[in-house]
């Protein structure tokens, strides 16, 4: 990356810079390569931050599926976790896992489940073969406690195993559908196909691990035994381990990524989170592969209005992505991104991996319940994995004195709706969005992969006025 002007002599959001354009040989977007430099695997730099309200196994196995990781909370007990990799391990890395139930069901029953997927469709099996597939619109007329046989659409396209993107599509929009399952030869039911999800298996990779599964990561905790529990994480399937805590730069930190890197021999070890070249430097020659970087910038975190400490994430990025790059190592930027130049920024300013939070809170395969508010209108509550909330779930195993003891203290949001946007209420959607800002910002640069964008990549510092010339007026003015 070059600056376009001299370093304004203090830090930097991802608002006070932009991108100018380069001379560029790229011929288009479709011909720029987004596998990520850390080697982890990722064919996206698209990162799941490890916020309970968001990453769970919808998430997890959904964005692997495009190419993208998602990183399971630290404070899940280790016979969930195994549930959750087990499952998401299990999951077709190409056709999307359905929502199923038996023709007893109720309308009621499908509704409740229905939101949890962006197919948003039930399918009807017996014997773990399809009768049919239910919509919320088949429900419209009937009382809840109507049972799926009796309204479910009963004449099912059924697609093959083998069929190819072009063919699924085309087939489905023949026949005026959304969505189709696929069976296998005895006729059991393996997955669906959407027409939006052909298209995408053409233009995404999944993330996949040596034995071709999807990939999914873990958080680990500094405190207790952090290398006793990596150690069960990689023995139940965990691909990429990450210590994480609000303030990593300190000697607890170190040792555990001393500690987890006996444990754990050569599984890949992201560790955070700072904010500096020193304490980037300290968490690599303990054993980290990768450094999460960024204080503060979480839309649910309260830090830096608490404490006063953090740092502008774009500056952090720079600085701890440079003293990477001096060990042949990388750095994730976590937090701060509300718009796809964001991402696109953070790659530019040295990032190898973008994590992405309260983003993707308000989407169909968050971890959160979907609810009603009196508009009618859908919403998942999200939290700060600082906040009294989250600090109750991490201490359930403590005293009750120990746990009201620490719940005086919290530096994040306990409770904030998030809303899901009618027109991209899935977390595909959200990935849509960023890979095809961040295409067209790479051809803009005139680079084909990240490597070389980081190195065309020319950044200007901009005022408040800059930043505002730029947003799109939705209306008149």
């Not at 999307?96 to 399918?123: C, F, N, Q, Y």
């Not at 990429?240 to 300190?250: E, F, N, S, Y």
């Not at 005139?446 to 990549?457: C, K, P, V, Y």
């Amino acid at each position: 990356m070059r600056m376009l002007h001299p370093h304004p002599g203090y830090d930097l959001t991802y608002n006070d810079v932009f991108m100018v354009p380069n001379l560029s040989a790229v011929p288009s977007r479709m011909d720029v390569d987004l596998t990520t430099p850390d080697s982890l695997g990722t064919t996206i730099p698209f990162v799941v931050s490890n916020m309970t309200a968001v990453a769970g196994r919808r998430m997890a196995e959904t964005v692997a599926r495009r190419g993208g990781i998602a990183i399971l909370p630290q404070d899940i007990p280790i016979d969930v976790v195994q549930t959750v990799i087990a499952s998401v391990k299990s999951c077709h890395s190409v056709f999307e896992t359905p929502i199923t139930m038996g023709p007893e069901a109720t309308i009621g029953d499908a509704l409740s489940l229905i939101h949890k997927r962006a197919h948003a469709a039930v399918v009807v099996v017996e014997d773990g073969r399809p009768l049919g597939v239910f919509t919320a619109k088949d429900g419209d007329g009937f009382d809840r406690f109507t049972q799926l046989r009796n309204v479910m659409s009963s004449t099912v396209h059924i697609l093959a195993p083998d069929v190819d993107a072009a063919t699924a599509h085309e087939q489905l929009g023949e026949r005026r559908l959304h969505v189709a399952p696929v069976v296998d030869d005895t006729e059991r039911l393996l997955g669906v196909v959407t027409r939006k999800g052909a298209l995408r298996s053409t233009i995404y990779t999944p993330a996949l691990d040596s034995a071709d599964k999807l990939m999914v990561g873990v958080a680990v905790g500094i405190n207790g035994d952090p290398a006793g529990r990596a150690a069960e994480l990689t023995a139940i399937g965990a691909d990429v381990l990450v210590i994480d805590t609000a303030h990593g730069h300190q000697t607890r930190t170190l040792h555990a990524i001393e500690s987890v890197r006996s444990a754990v021999g050569d599984t890949k070890i992201v560790a955070g989170n700072v904010v500096t070249a020193e304490g980037t430097r300290q968490m690599l020659e303990a054993g980290a592969d990768v450094i999460k970087v960024g204080v503060g910038p979480g839309a649910m975190c309260t830090t830096r209005m608490m404490t006063g400490v953090g740092r502008p994430q774009f500056s952090a990025v720079v600085e701890c992505a440079d003293e990477a790059a001096r060990f042949g190592a990388h750095i994730w930027a976590d937090g701060g991104v509300k718009y796809p130049r964001d991402v696109a920024l953070a790659l530019a300013g040295g990032a190898a991996n973008v994590m992405i939070g309260s983003w993707l809170a308000g989407t169909y395969e968050s971890a959160a319940d979907t609810r009603l508010d009196t508009d009618g209108r859908l919403y998942k509550e999200s939290f700060g994995m600082a906040s009294n909330r989250a600090v109750k779930n991490r201490t359930r195993t403590e005293s009750e004195f120990e746990r009201a003891r620490k719940e005086l203290f919290e530096e994040g949001i306990s409770t904030s709706r998030m809303y899901l946007d009618p027109e991209r209420p899935g977390v595909e959607d959200i990935i849509d969005q960023v890979v095809a800002g961040l295409r067209s910002s790479c051809t803009y640069a005139g680079a084909a992969s990240i490597a070389e964008f980081q190195e065309r990549a020319v950044v200007g510092v901009q005022g408040a006025a800059g930043y505002d010339e730029g947003r799109p007026q939705g209306i008149s003015w």
